[in-house]
């Protein structure tokens, strides 16, 4: 949990939250109470965790079901990025094929 910060924010639209970047009006709200229903923090790794899967289980199933089917690395990291971040990146754009490499595949 060393590079994992739940308590990461910033403010680019709606503004961001927790180890997930959750969108603060649309998901976090969400995903927090599942999170508090369970008896966990919200703003701990492993109630975040936690919060992840069930949002990959319930809201997310698509982003799911894209990672479940990656038969590398490297194109669970691109789902993740397209299906569950919808980051608006693609392979070839400045910054992407660094952060497959790097953030997720190190």
Known sequence: TKNLDPKAH???GNGHYGIAQWDKKERWPAVSA???SIGKDPDSVDG???GLIWELKT???GAYASLKQAG????AAAAWLKDFE???ESAGMAGYDN???NEYLT
């Open 86 to 88: 919808r980051s608006g």
């Open 48 to 50: 975040q965790a936690a």
């Open 72 to 75: 590398s690395p490297e194109e």
């Open 99 to 101: 952060r497959i490499k």
């Open 59 to 61: 809201r997310e199933k």
């Open 10 to 12: 910033n403010e680019i």
């Open 34 to 36: 599942y999170i508090r």
